[in-house]
């Protein structure tokens, strides 16, 4: 099953691949042609996982079955970054074998709140969202870090549950309201808290991303795939083995 993660430089995407997947091995890396470039044992930092080549793939030994791509960040002046990233999902998504296929496209966020910015996407991920397109590959926003948007937000007058309320009302107003506005919004949203802490939550989280995921998916045969592919979510399997 393969999945494309795009966003911004540091939004924290290879933390979430890592709690995904439920390691903190170095993956494998595989140029366009699938011929392996990197073994885990010789790979730079993760924090360059892509090369900055879209088209470059990678897979963690603890769960093979699911095949990443990542974009290189959508920083302000990344025209030609945001048209190689939309002509591989072009490419991709006409791709005959269903093993080259992109499946599912993960926005990987980092909210950074500021009262006086009314739009907070970048204008290359607005027009990601806008731009015209052939494909219909669905796209799952993730909110990472809710926590710092907490303490963004945070009034020492209030408790934790209303500061909390408060950051929710936030995300709800300042990002997801205006996506869903966008040509091609996003048809699920997920956060993600104290994603990069070791004593975190991460699998039941992750295990919501699961769920929104294959919610997002129209194909039965491409969501039972996704399905049987996550290792994380016995819930998830159970229920759409039921349901189908």
Same mark, same amino acid.
């Given at each position: 099953?393969?999945?494309?993660?795009?966003?911004r430089?540091?939004?924290?995407?290879?933390t979430?691949?890592?709690?995904?997947?439920?390691?903190?091995e170095?993956?494998?890396?595989?140029?366009?042609?699938?011929?392996?470039?990197?073994?885990?044992?010789?790979?730079?930092?993760?924090?360059?996982l892509?090369?900055?080549?879209v088209?470059?793939?990678?897979?963690?030994?603890?769960?093979p079955?699911?095949?990443?791509?990542?974009?290189?960040?959508?920083?302000?002046?990344?025209?030609?970054?945001?048209?190689?990233?939309?002509?591989?999902?072009?490419?991709?998504?006409k791709?005959?074998?269903v093993?080259?296929?992109?499946?599912?496209?993960? &926005?990987?966020?980092?909210?950074?709140?500021?009262?006086?910015?009314?739009?907070? #996407?970048?204008? @290359? $991920?607005? *027009? +990601?969202?806008?731009?015209?397109?052939?494909?219909?590959?669905p796209?799952?926003?993730?909110?990472?870090?809710?926590?710092?948007?907490?303490?963004?937000? &945070?009034?020492?007058?209030?408790?934790?549950?209303?500061?909390?309320?408060?950051? #929710?009302?936030? @995300? $709800?107003? *300042? +990002?997801?309201?205006?996506?869903?506005?966008y040509?091609?919004?996003?048809?699920?949203?997920?956060?993600?808290?104290?994603?990069?802490k070791?004593?975190?939550?991460?699998?039941?989280q992750?295990?919501?991303?699961?769920?929104?995921?294959?919610?997002?998916?129209?194909?039965?045969?491409?969501?039972?795939?996704?399905?049987?592919?996550?290792?994380?979510?016995?819930?998830?399997?159970?229920?759409?083995?039921?349901?189908?």
């Open positions: 099953f393969r999945i494309l993660v795009i966003g430089a540091n939004a924290g995407k290879t979430l691949l890592n709690r995904v997947c439920n390691t903190t170095e993956p494998s890396i595989y140029d366009k042609d699938k011929n392996l470039v990197s073994c885990p044992f010789i790979l730079k930092p993760t924090s360059e892509g090369i900055h080549d088209r470059r793939s990678f897979v963690f030994k603890s769960n079955g699911f095949i990443f791509h990542d974009s290189p960040g959508f920083e302000a002046g990344g025209e030609e970054e945001l048209k190689a990233v939309m002509t591989f999902i072009q490419k991709s998504s791709a005959t074998d093993d080259d296929q992109i499946h599912v496209i993960w &926005y990987a966020h980092r909210f950074c709140f500021n009262p006086d910015v009314a739009r907070p #996407l970048l204008p @290359l $991920e607005e *027009k +990601f969202f806008n731009e015209d397109r052939s494909w219909n590959v796209v799952v926003a993730i909110f990472m870090k809710f926590d710092d948007l907490i303490k963004q937000v &945070y009034n020492r007058g209030q408790d934790k549950t209303e500061n909390t309320k408060k950051a #929710l009302d936030t @995300l $709800e107003k *300042k +990002f997801k309201e205006p996506l869903s506005r040509k091609f919004p996003p048809r699920a949203y997920v956060r993600f808290m104290a994603i990069h070791d004593n975190g939550n991460h699998q039941e992750v295990g919501e991303l699961i769920k929104q995921t294959a919610a997002s998916i129209d194909n039965l045969a491409l969501k039972m795939l996704f399905v049987t592919v996550q290792q994380n979510n016995l819930e998830v399997c159970i229920q759409y083995a039921v349901e189908t």
